[in-house]
Structures are given as structure tokens and as C-alpha cells.
């Protein structure tokens, strides 16, 4: 019995050896959530997290809960990302088939021998993409042409009055008053006009110096800008070192200061500014394709901003000549997520407080995104808005409050047209280079931003169980060069990506 026992005992310890021996060779592997949560402890402990705020938020679409999160109900400036509440409430508010529209009228009367006596008005819609070179059809030669040919056959050939545009469908503050002076001055810091060209872009064409150090000359601008004047303190820099002039100017202001370098070696090199009033612009331009075309106009072109401060008489007993509509908002809003075009998002945001209170101004659009998160039961304390685009370093938001703002769009009949917008990892936008080869490829969809110290992402992925997740992350302040920080985030979205 002893021996039996002592065989058995023998056996059983043999046994307990070798599955040892087994489990320690193959040990249980860690689930993908608890990778996604040890990586947000190493971050935690990061270096180049020590000073800084930081928030990241996954939510799960099936039960609507928070998978994983940290610093969830933080308030941070979010950059960019702010431009995925901006469209996906402006798909709602206005509706994917919305377009834009630009009226040509006239006022007076038209005599036998055709002339105008009385004026021509551009009447704005608030249409941010007119003279863009985005879209198939809202080439200003094309569009400008096609009004001169309607203007022709209603009899007019001489203008005795001018060419008035009329941007009164939004307010005169052109850009957010929260913006730094270094970005107004700029082609991402255009803001919204109610009447808006080119989307309110000018090129300035430089030529390098000989050395590092020599004045870099102005070759030319494009378009030509009636009464700008630039100051130019542009130096060459080193070969390859990329657009660094910063423009600075306020709008209605004609004066431009340039600062900075242009690389070493360049000719006929484009920095964009922005048009210091973008609807003067309008008329002048239209003004000089109509006497290109031999109709004259005796008096200079006018906008009903000045004639209002001037007290002059605007005539609204007008007739109208022609309508152009804009691309449909599913087409806008592809486009200004996937380019993040910080203007396109300035127009759509002061067009929704013009549809709900009737004020295209920045402060309606702002409480119309507001009044829609509630309506989505987004608990908005702590969130503030000061733009539509992100520009604003007083943004703020939470990444609960952003990953559960997608969560909830997700019901809204603007939805589909949202999501096609997002850059896609591996193929489009700002994440076109990422992902390749992993499960985020093709798969997932975000929106990035990115301010001096602020890098931010915000979309969806769809797991291994076939479930959509949210997630927004959302970095401020961060030691580090931004390269390095955008690393950090992209290995923190590749493991949402391999969620279970």
C-alpha cells in the first residue's frame, strides 16, 4: 500500500512538473484591453508627460460604456478634432443635400441703348467654396464668365454705378477674436465672410537669396490684392527647411508685416496669406473680369459694409440675374475633414446660427453646436467653443465628451455622410501613412489636430468582434518634439484597434 502510495504520489508530482514546465512555456497571453491599459500606465510615467495634460477615452458602441479611459472628464484645448463636432452637427442642423448660394442681382433700370443705371450686388450666402480649386465646379473663371453672359442678355453693356457686394448674411467679425495674432494674418486663419472667394487666399511667390541670411525678394502675388501693402522681412533659410513666414495683418487692414525664411534655393515660392476683406475683394475682381469683357462701370466697386458706415443708401428693391449654388455639404465636409480646411469650418458653423437664430455670427454658431450636444445628452460642462475649426487655444473639451459625441451621432441621418469624411489610417488624409499592415489599416477613421504643444486624435475602429468603438485622445503641453508625441499617440490607437 505504501509503495502504491508513494507511486501515485510520485505520479502526481510528475504530472504538476510538467504542466508546469508547460504553462511556463506558454504562458496566458494578456488581453489586448489590459496591453491598451499597461500602455497607458507606461504614459502615465512618460517623461514627456510629466508636465503636461493629457485624456484618452474608448467607448464601446454595443453598450455604450467606457472600455478605457484616463482623465476622461478633463477639459483640454482639442485642435483640429473640434472640426468633428463642427461638421457632424452641421450634416445635421442643415442636411447633407444643403448648398450654399451666391445671388447676382441689380438695382435701377436698364435703358435702349443698355445701360445700367443703378448698380450690380453680389449677394453672399455664406458659401465658403467659391473660387475653390477643390471641387469640379466652382471654378471662379468659369462661374464669373457664365454671370457676364446673363448680364449681356438681359441687354446690359454700360454700368452708370458700381458693383456693391453684399456679405450681410454674416457678421464683419471675419476671425475668432481668441485667435493669436501670428494666425490671422495666414491662409488657416481666413476665417468666414458672407462672401468669400478663392477661399479668401492670396499667394505671395518669393525668390530665395543667394545665402543663408540674404532678403528673399517678392516675385509676385497672386491674385492681385487692390491697395496691399506688404513689409517684407522674409530671409533665406537653409535648403529644405520648408515655409516658415508668418504674415501678420488683422482683416480690412491693407498693411502686411512678413517675418521669417523661405528655403534656400527656391524660386517662384508660394506662402499664402489671407485676404484682408474678402468681399471688397470680390467686387474688384468681378469689376475687372466685366470691363475685361467691355462692359464699363463708371464708379469704383463698393461693399454694403462701408456703405452702411457710411451711412449710404443700399437699395434692397433689387432684380435678380442669376443663382450659383454651391456643392452639396457632404461634399464641404469631406473636404474639410480630410484637408482640415479651417475656413470651410468657420462658414458652416456661423451658417448653422444663421438657419437656428437667424445671426451668422460666431457666438450663434457656438450655441447651436451646444444646444445640439445636449440634445444628444452630452453633459457640456466644461466645454467650451470658440470656432469651428480648432484654431482657437481656448477650445476646449473632453475626450467623454468627444468619444461620446461620435457614440451618439452614430443614430443621427447625418452619420453616414460623417464618417465617409474621416481620414482613413493607411489610405487618407493625415493618417494615409499610418497603420499599414495592421489592423487599423482601411479600418480606422479619425480626425487628427495639432496647435504648438497640442496633438490630438478622434474617431472610430471597428474591433475583432465586429463592434465599433470610439475614442478620443487628447495631448497639451507635452515635452517632447511633436514627432515623437504623434508616435506615442499612434502606438496608443493601434492598440484600441486590436481590442477584442
Same mark, same amino acid.
Given at each position: 500500500?505504501? #509503495?502504491?502510495?508513494? #507511486? /501515485?504520489?510520485?505520479?502526481?508530482?510528475?504530472?504538476?512538473?510538467?504542466?508546469?514546465?508547460?504553462?511556463?512555456?506558454?504562458?496566458?497571453?494578456?488581453?489586448?484591453?489590459?496591453?491598451?491599459?499597461?500602455?497607458?500606465?507606461?504614459?502615465?510615467?512618460?517623461?514627456?508627460?510629466?508636465?503636461?495634460?493629457?485624456?484618452?477615452? !474608448?467607448?464601446?458602441?454595443? &453598450?455604450?460604456?467606457?472600455?478605457? =479611459?484616463?482623465?476622461?472628464?478633463?477639459?483640454?484645448?482639442?485642435?483640429?478634432?473640434? #472640426? !468633428?463636432i463642427?461638421?457632424?452637427?452641421?450634416?445635421?442642423?442643415?442636411?447633407?443635400?444643403?448648398?450654399?448660394?451666391?445671388?447676382?442681382?441689380?438695382?435701377?433700370?436698364?435703358?435702349?441703348?443698355?445701360?445700367?443705371?443703378g448698380?450690380?450686388?453680389?449677394?453672399?450666402?455664406?458659401?465658403?467654396?467659391?473660387?475653390?480649386?477643390?471641387?469640379?465646379?466652382?471654378?471662379? =473663371?468659369?462661374?464669373?464668365?457664365?454671370?457676364?453672359?446673363?448680364?449681356?442678355?438681359i441687354?446690359?453693356?454700360?454700368?452708370?454705378?458700381k458693383?456693391?457686394?453684399?456679405?450681410?448674411?454674416?457678421?464683419?467679425?471675419?476671425?475668432?477674436?481668441?485667435?493669436?495674432? =501670428?494666425?490671422?494674418?495666414?491662409?488657416?486663419?481666413?476665417g468666414?465672410?458672407?462672401?468669400?472667394?478663392?477661399?479668401?487666399?492670396?499667394?505671395?511667390?518669393?525668390?530665395?537669396?543667394? /545665402?543663408?541670411?540674404?532678403?528673399?525678394?517678392? =516675385?509676385?502675388?497672386?491674385?492681385?490684392?487692390?491697395?496691399?501693402?506688404?513689409?517684407?522681412?522674409?530671409?533665406?533659410?537653409?535648403?529644405?527647411?520648408?515655409d516658415?513666414? @508668418?504674415?501678420?495683418?488683422?482683416?480690412?487692414?491693407?498693411?502686411?508685416i512678413?517675418?521669417?525664411?523661405?528655403?534656400?534655393?527656391?524660386?517662384?515660392?508660394? !506662402?499664402?496669406?489671407?485676404?484682408?476683406?474678402?468681399?471688397?475683394?470680390?467686387?474688384?475682381?468681378?469689376? *475687372?473680369?466685366?470691363?475685361?469683357?467691355?462692359?464699363?462701370?463708371?464708379?469704383?466697386?463698393?461693399?454694403?459694409?462701408?456703405?452702411?458706415?457710411?451711412?449710404?443708401?443700399?437699395?434692397?428693391?433689387?432684380?435678380?440675374?442669376?443663382?450659383?449654388?454651391?456643392?452639396?455639404?457632404?461634399?464641404?465636409?469631406?473636404?474639410?475633414?480630410? *484637408?482640415?480646411? /479651417? &475656413?470651410?469650418?468657420?462658414?458652416?458653423? #456661423?451658417?448653422?446660427?444663421?438657419?437656428?437664430?437667424?445671426?451668422?455670427?460666431?457666438?450663434a454658431?457656438?450655441?447651436?453646436?451646444?444646444?445640439?450636444?445636449?440634445?444628444?445628452?452630452?453633459? @457640456?460642462?466644461?466645454?467650451?467653443m470658440?470656432?469651428?475649426?480648432?484654431?482657437?487655444?481656448?477650445?476646449?473639451?473632453t475626450?467623454?465628451?468627444?468619444?461620446?459625441?461620435?457614440l451618439?451621432f452614430m443614430?443621427?441621418?447625418?452619420?453616414?455622410?460623417?464618417?465617409?469624411?474621416?481620414?482613413?489610417?493607411? *489610405?487618407?488624409?493625415?493618417?494615409?501613412?499610418?497603420?499599414?499592415?495592421?489592423?487599423a489599416?482601411?479600418?480606422?477613421?479619425?480626425?487628427?489636430?495639432?496647435?504648438?504643444?497640442?496633438?490630438?486624435?478622434?474617431?472610430y475602429?471597428?474591433?475583432?468582434?465586429?463592434? !465599433?468603438?470610439?475614442?478620443? @485622445?487628447?495631448?497639451?503641453?507635452?515635452?517632447? *518634439?511633436?514627432?515623437?508625441?504623434?508616435?506615442?499617440?499612434?502606438?496608443?490607437?493601434?492598440?484600441?484597434?486590436?481590442?477584442?
Amino acid at each position: 500500500m505504501t #509503495k502504491i502510495l508513494m #507511486k /501515485n504520489s510520485f505520479l502526481t508530482t510528475l504530472l504538476i512538473f510538467f504542466f508546469a514546465c508547460a504553462h511556463s512555456q506558454n504562458p496566458t497571453p494578456i488581453s489586448a484591453l489590459t496591453n491598451l491599459k499597461n500602455n497607458i500606465n507606461l504614459l502615465k510615467k512618460d517623461k514627456a508627460l510629466k508636465h503636461a495634460s493629457w485624456s484618452v477615452c !474608448v467607448m464601446s458602441s454595443k &453598450t455604450g460604456k467606457i472600455i478605457a =479611459e484616463y482623465n476622461s472628464e478633463m477639459a483640454l484645448t482639442p485642435a483640429s478634432t473640434m #472640426k !468633428v463636432i463642427t461638421t457632424a452637427t452641421a450634416l445635421s442642423i442643415l442636411g447633407s443635400n444643403f448648398k450654399f448660394k451666391t445671388q447676382l442681382e441689380y438695382s435701377g433700370n436698364i435703358d435702349s441703348l443698355g445701360t445700367l443705371h443703378g448698380n450690380l450686388y453680389i449677394k453672399g450666402g455664406g458659401d465658403p467654396t467659391f473660387g475653390s480649386d477643390r471641387f469640379a465646379n466652382t471654378n471662379a =473663371e468659369v462661374i464669373l464668365s457664365d454671370w457676364i453672359v446673363k448680364i449681356k442678355s438681359i441687354g446690359i453693356k454700360k454700368i452708370e454705378g458700381k458693383i456693391i457686394a453684399d456679405a450681410a448674411i454674416f457678421d464683419n467679425q471675419f476671425v475668432s477674436p481668441d485667435w493669436t495674432w =501670428e494666425d490671422i494674418g495666414n491662409y488657416y486663419g481666413t476665417g468666414a465672410c458672407g462672401l468669400s472667394i478663392f477661399e479668401n487666399q492670396y499667394h505671395i511667390y518669393f525668390k530665395a537669396g543667394k /545665402n543663408i541670411g540674404d532678403t528673399a525678394t517678392i =516675385e509676385s502675388i497672386y491674385p492681385e490684392i487692390p491697395y496691399l501693402q506688404l513689409i517684407n522681412n522674409v530671409k533665406t533659410g537653409k535648403a529644405n527647411s520648408g515655409d516658415n513666414v @508668418i504674415i501678420y495683418g488683422s482683416p480690412f487692414s491693407n498693411i502686411r508685416i512678413l517675418d521669417g525664411t523661405v528655403p534656400l534655393g527656391k524660386s517662384n515660392y508660394s !506662402v499664402e496669406g489671407s485676404i484682408p476683406d474678402p468681399s471688397f475683394f470680390f467686387a474688384y475682381y468681378f469689376n *475687372k473680369k466685366l470691363s475685361e469683357n467691355g462692359i464699363s462701370i463708371s464708379q469704383l466697386p463698393e461693399t454694403v459694409r462701408n456703405m452702411k458706415l457710411d451711412k449710404k443708401f443700399i437699395d434692397t428693391s433689387r432684380v435678380l440675374i442669376s443663382t450659383y449654388f454651391s456643392p452639396n455639404l457632404e461634399s464641404i465636409v469631406y473636404h474639410t475633414n480630410l *484637408k482640415s480646411v /479651417n &475656413t470651410f469650418a468657420e462658414h458652416l458653423l #456661423k451658417m448653422m446660427g444663421v438657419k437656428k437664430a437667424q445671426e451668422g455670427s460666431f457666438d450663434a454658431g457656438t450655441k447651436v453646436v451646444e444646444d445640439f450636444l445636449a440634445s444628444k445628452k452630452i453633459d @457640456i460642462a466644461g466645454f467650451s467653443m470658440n470656432d469651428g475649426s480648432g484654431l482657437s487655444p481656448l477650445d476646449k473639451v473632453t475626450t467623454k465628451q468627444m468619444a461620446g459625441f461620435l457614440l451618439q451621432f452614430m443614430n443621427d441621418a447625418g452619420y453616414d455622410a460623417f464618417y465617409k469624411s474621416l481620414p482613413i489610417a493607411g *489610405k487618407s488624409g493625415s493618417i494615409a501613412s499610418l497603420f499599414k499592415g495592421t489592423v487599423a489599416e482601411n479600418n480606422l477613421r479619425a480626425k487628427s489636430g495639432y496647435l504648438s504643444g497640442v496633438r490630438s486624435y478622434a474617431g472610430y475602429v471597428t474591433n475583432k468582434s465586429k463592434e !465599433v468603438l470610439t475614442f478620443s @485622445i487628447i495631448v497639451n503641453n507635452y515635452d517632447c *518634439k511633436p514627432l515623437e508625441m504623434k508616435t506615442k499617440l499612434e502606438q496608443l490607437m493601434l492598440l484600441i484597434a486590436e481590442l477584442d
